[in-house]
């Protein structure tokens, strides 16, 4: 009786099924032509700020029952498989594979791409720098650990610039070869890992020495063929080499998050919903960040995130990264980086780029 209830329904599901092949097709002939007419003005394969345009789009609307992330997953993947068509994308993160880095990467860009997995975030940098990746995507933020700080000081050095940002949830996993703790000596993971699950581990296993290594991909590559290491690490990570878990959810934050940014040589071009990060340092003087920033309230331009990182000059002077809301080629922005520029010490504009989604 089901059987002859879901037949006409399936029937349906099949017609549409081809509706969609078809019009996936028409869309995938026509970015065909796109990619015809980028390649005879040398335009770039990837355009941030277009795929950010199409997906804040069909968000908008979207009229259900599919939830908007759901949509947005879709049509990044649809999105990233006609890129291929014109060529497919070097992306390289911090590896090995099965790191949150990988994630943010497929996250940002979709699967039909090449992915680079690197030793360490100064590698990303090289990479990228050096034309063998056309992006890189490295962490800049967690919300339990604040600023990763390599990453900011080798965005003081490098030529590239931001073009993009994502966030993404970070769930950690306490994994062995076993399954269980028994024989095990050492847990392993990024130095950040280890310290988003700090009060975990001191409840749970305080006597247990702890090593911090390049990712947490890594300590998991190492518990894979060492029953006396246990890895902090995703389960992703877990299943790449085969690895038991003990404990799952083992962050302090449950709501522990990581921001990363995706670097380039590209610049973008205003998407509607922009961010703009800089750089710069004040003249040693008393109320010179008061002064250096007034340009920003001066012409309403919100700032959403400011972190101070020592210059390392032995004269306890520090660099400021800046967050602000809007395009650098928006009016009131360029007004006020104009300012900034001429009042600081020292400015850099790190990258425009869209928001997160």
Same mark, same amino acid.
């Given at each position: 009786?089901?059987?002859?209830?879901?037949?006409?329904?399936?029937?349906?599901?099949?017609?549409?099924?081809?509706?969609?092949?078809?019009?996936?097709?028409?869309?995938?002939?026509?970015?065909?032509?796109?990619?015809?007419?980028?390649?005879?003005?040398?335009?770039?394969?990837?355009?941030?700020?277009?795929?950010?345009?199409?997906?804040?789009?069909?968000?908008?609307?979207?009229?259900?029952?599919?939830?908007?992330?759901?949509?947005?997953?879709?049509?990044?993947?649809?999105?990233?498989?006609?890129?291929?068509?014109e060529r497919r994308v070097v992306v390289a993160f911090l590896g090995p594979v099965g790191t949150f880095s990988e994630q943010a990467v497929y996250k940002q860009f979709g699967h039909a791409i090449q992915a680079l997995p690197c030793v360490s975030i100064d590698e990303v940098f090289r990479a990228t720098e050096a034309g063998t990746a056309d992006f890189g995507v490295v962490p800049i933020e967690n919300s339990s650990e604040g600023a990763?700080?390599?990453?900011?000081?080798?965005?003081?050095?490098?030529?590239?610039?931001?073009?993009?940002?994502?966030?993404?949830?970070?769930?950690?996993?306490?994994?062995?070869?076993?399954?269980?703790?028994?024989?095990?000596?050492?847990?392993?993971?990024?130095?950040?890992?280890?310290?988003?699950?700090?009060?975990?581990?001191?409840?749970?296993?305080?006597?247990? +020495? #702890?090593? @911090?290594? $390049?990712?947490?991909?890594?300590? &998991?590559?190492? %518990?894979?063929?060492?029953?006396?290491?246990?890895?902090?690490?995703?389960?992703?990570?877990?299943?790449?080499?085969?690895?038991?878990?003990?404990?799952?959810?083992?962050?302090?934050?449950?709501?522990?998050?990581?921001?990363?940014?995706?670097?380039?040589?590209?610049?973008?071009?205003?998407?509607?919903?922009?961010?703009?990060?800089?750089?710069?340092?004040?003249?040693?003087?008393?109320?010179?960040?008061?002064?250096?920033?007034?340009?920003?309230?001066?012409?309403?331009?919100?700032?959403?995130?400011?972190?101070?990182?020592?210059?390392?000059?032995?004269?306890?002077?520090?660099?400021?990264?800046?967050?602000?809301?809007?395009?650098?080629?928006? +009016? #009131?922005? @360029?007004? $006020?980086?104009?300012?900034?520029? &001429?009042?600081? %010490?020292?400015?850099?504009?790190?990258?425009?780029?869209?928001?997160?989604?």
């Amino acid at each position: 009786m089901s059987d002859n209830k879901l037949l006409p329904l399936r029937i349906k599901i099949d017609t549409i099924d081809a509706q969609i092949l078809d019009l996936l097709n028409q869309r995938a002939r026509v970015a065909e032509e796109v990619g015809h007419v980028k390649a005879e003005t040398n335009a770039p394969v990837f355009r941030p700020e277009r795929e950010a345009q199409v997906l804040r789009g069909v968000a908008e609307r979207n009229p259900g029952p599919l939830l908007n992330e759901d949509i947005q997953l879709i049509f990044r993947e649809i999105m990233s498989a006609c890129r291929a068509l014109e060529r497919r994308v070097v992306v390289a993160f911090l590896g090995p594979v099965g790191t949150f880095s990988e994630q943010a990467v497929y996250k940002q860009f979709g699967h039909a791409i090449q992915a680079l997995p690197c030793v360490s975030i100064d590698e990303v940098f090289r990479a990228t720098e050096a034309g063998t990746a056309d992006f890189g995507v490295v962490p800049i933020e967690n919300s339990s650990e604040g600023a990763i700080n390599r990453t900011l000081d080798l965005l003081l050095q490098t030529s590239l610039a931001i073009s993009g940002e994502l966030a993404i949830p970070v769930q950690h996993s306490l994994m062995s070869k076993s399954g269980n703790m028994e024989g095990v000596s050492r847990i392993c993971a990024h130095s950040q890992a280890l310290a988003q699950c700090q009060a975990w581990l001191n409840q749970h296993y305080p006597h247990i +020495e #702890r090593q @911090a290594v $390049a990712s947490n991909a890594e300590a &998991a590559r190492m %518990a894979s063929g060492d029953y006396t290491v246990a890895a902090i690490a995703s389960e992703i990570a877990g299943t790449q080499y085969n690895l038991g878990i003990v404990s799952a959810h083992i962050q302090d934050d449950p709501h522990n998050r990581t921001r990363f940014a995706v670097i380039g040589r590209l610049h973008t071009t205003p998407s509607g919903k922009d961010q703009t990060s800089i750089v710069l340092a004040t003249p040693n003087k008393a109320g010179a960040v008061y002064d250096l920033l007034a340009p920003l309230s001066k012409h309403g331009v919100s700032m959403t995130r400011f972190e101070s990182r020592p210059a390392r000059t032995g004269n306890w002077e520090y660099y400021f990264y800046v967050d602000v809301e809007g395009h650098v080629m928006d +009016e #009131r922005v @360029a007004a $006020a980086m104009a300012e900034l520029d &001429a009042k600081a %010490a020292f400015f850099k504009v790190l990258g425009s780029y869209p928001c997160t989604l």
